[in-house]
């Protein structure tokens, strides 16, 4: 079945290369718009009703016919006929980010060049310092997006694979009962970018090898491995062993070289021990969860793995957005579904009013907002909605609005989403200085990165989360698992300073709560505690943290 995003990513390309052969312009407009809006559905578009989609702002009937024609056949007339009249280097120049169709135009038409590598070089002679529309700053920013994409090659989100790789494994089981089947490596590390996916087994070679190749699916045999490509393009590898040595090849290869070199493996040892957790305890160490070892800090935690933080210890949901702004549902379907799922308490966090691009919300809108909070709050006690909004962080650092109507609200999450592009002087000069507004609660995705397609604007993590501790300001680990930012490798850090971190899903659906599974495995990779973690804090105790820190901060 094809999936959502590849629907969309067709219905972008088209807008684009219309938009390159200067077709009219309304509609390749709308096939973006619709592309855009669509992408907060998360069920597929295949098994639904796709009338239903006219309901989703901006999405017409060609739009439409498009999505349905992509389903049944793969691809749509419009597009093929647009693919046709375009080499295939400027397709690829398409998709990097910051070049648009405009700006691509220009490089074929007129600087004639028709492939990304051949851009690359034009980059690298400065011929695009000279042509009218770009300079040294758009050259530069070309040239890091290109080397972006190309290090991006062969990567995959562990969010993608998570669901496709456990029902394989599922599969497996059911077909050959009573064997054994284990992911390893980056995946069982839950790295959350995937370059391969290794498989321990104590099913028989042969027999596995004639099952895949029955399922259609073209393997090689090389010693006691059996290698493919999972769903046509994940390089995956089989290793086959006895039930004696499963627990070791999987222990061999789940941790990373340096965590096996860091607690000094012996293989007889482990022969002897015969667990990992046998083997963990012979070498007095705490047992390490397997997404930790990677050879970092694990071994200085010394921590009981039952601390650290579980999906099901998060008994608060912060940071959502409601049709208020750019979000799907209404405030009370937010709502009704985070009570449903036995959360204690919902923060809402719709976009501040300088979000154009997003429905932002003027004071007016604010207030209207608040007074659903307080009528639905009547009536769903316990349960409680706390009033927020995302505050955009300014070009100058300041937040969206005055003082005094930032005090209305309960938490407030400051997070820049304009001018990205931006010397670590300048992001930290904006950051710190949101930080330090008193009002606010929490830092948001804190460097704007989206894994394998933005690396985000350069900071140094140490300056800021030092900024955060000396403000109480907590953190906010983005759930969404293309952007998990802050970053993993940074939990401890902050944990040693004292900032506590918060696992938000940044939902634009209710189904998006979801997402705080895979902050969940972040934020366990990087050893976060359940102490440290603001919405692991019950409705009481979450309470009490803003109150205090109200007093703190003397407001
Ligand atoms: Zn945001
Ligand atoms: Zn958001």
Redo the contacts with the bound molecule.
């Keep these: 079945m094809i999936d959502n995003s590849s629907i969309l990513s067709q219905l972008n390309l088209y807008a684009k290369l219309s938009e390159l052969h200067d077709e009219n312009p309304f509609k390749y407009k709308s096939f973006s718009t619709a592309a855009f809006n669509l992408k907060k559905i998360k069920e597929p578009f295949a098994e639904m009703d796709l009338q239903d989609l006219l309901n989703i702002q901006g999405v017409g009937k060609s739009a439409l016919n498009a999505i349905e024609l992509i389903i049944q056949t793969g691809t749509f007339p419009a597009l093929e006929a647009c693919l046709e009249k375009t080499p295939r280097g400027i397709v690829e120049m398409l998709n990097i980010k910051g070049l648009g169709p405009k700006k691509v135009k220009v490089i074929w038409e007129e600087m004639q060049i028709n492939s990304v590598s051949d851009l690359l070089d034009a980059c690298r002679q400065n011929r695009l310092v000279e042509t009218k529309g770009f300079g040294i700053k758009t050259q530069a920013d070309i040239i890091k997006a290109i080397e972006f994409s190309l290090t991006s090659q062969g990567k995959w989100h562990y969010a993608r694979l998570m669901d496709k790789c456990n029902n394989f494994k599922s599969e497996l089981k059911s077909i050959f009962p009573g064997f054994m089947v284990e992911y390893s490596g980056e995946f069982r590390r839950c790295l959350p970018i995937i370059n391969r996916l290794l498989c321990v087994t104590t099913i028989d070679l042969m027999e596995l090898y004639e099952y895949l190749e029955g399922e259609s699916i073209e393997c090689s045999v090389n010693d006691d491995e059996i290698s493919f490509l999972f769903e046509e393009q994940v390089p995956f590898v089989f290793l086959c062993t006895d039930s004696m040595s499963f627990e070791k090849v999987l222990f061999e290869t789940t941790g990373s070289e340096e965590h096996l070199k860091k607690i000094d493996y012996q293989p007889n040892e482990f022969d002897i021990a015969g667990s990992e957790e046998a083997y963990y305890e012979s070498k007095n160490i705490p047992y390490i969860i397997p997404e930790q070892r990677e050879g970092r800090d694990e071994l200085v935690y010394n921590i009981d793995s039952q601390h650290f933080v579980e999906y099901g210890q998060l008994k608060g949901v912060l ?3 409601t049709n208020y702004s750019d979000g799907l549902n209404t405030l009370k379907e937010m709502a009704d579904y985070a009570k449903s799922q036995h959360f204690q308490y919902l923060g809402i ?1 719709d ?1 501040s009013k300088s979000a154009g691009y997003a429905r932002g919300l003027d004071e007016d809108r604010v207030l209207q907002q608040m007074r659903e909070i307080d009528d639905l709050n009547s009536k769903m006690a316990p349960f409680k909605i706390f009033k927020g909004i ?1 505050s955009d962080i300014l070009s100058d650092g300041s937040l969206d609005y005055d003082d005094s109507f930032l005090s209305k609200f309960d938490i407030v ?1 400051a ?1 820049i989403h304009s001018n990205l592009n931006m010397s670590e002087e300048k992001a930290h000069e904006r950051l710190i200085k949101a930080i330090e507004n008193p009002y606010t609660t929490i830092l ?2 804190l460097t704007g990165r989206l894994l394998l397609m933005r690396s985000g604007y350069p900071v140094n993590h140490e300056y800021i989360i030092d900024a955060c501790a000396a403000n109480h300001v907590c953190i906010e680990l ?1 759930a969404h698992p293309y952007r998990l930012d802050m970053d993993w490798t940074w939990i401890q850090y902050a944990q040693n300073k004292g900032v506590l971190i918060s696992i ?1 899903p ?1 939902a ?1 659906e209710k189904m998006g709560y979801h997402d705080m599974y895979f902050g969940t495995i972040a934020a366990r990779k990087g050893g976060l505690l359940t102490k440290n973690t603001l919405n692991a804090y019950t409705l009481v105790d979450f309470e009490n943290y803003l109150l205090n820190r109200r007093k703190i901060k003397q407001l």
């Design positions: 940071h959502n957005h966090c976009h995302e999450v997070s948001g995705h983005n938000n940044d634009h």
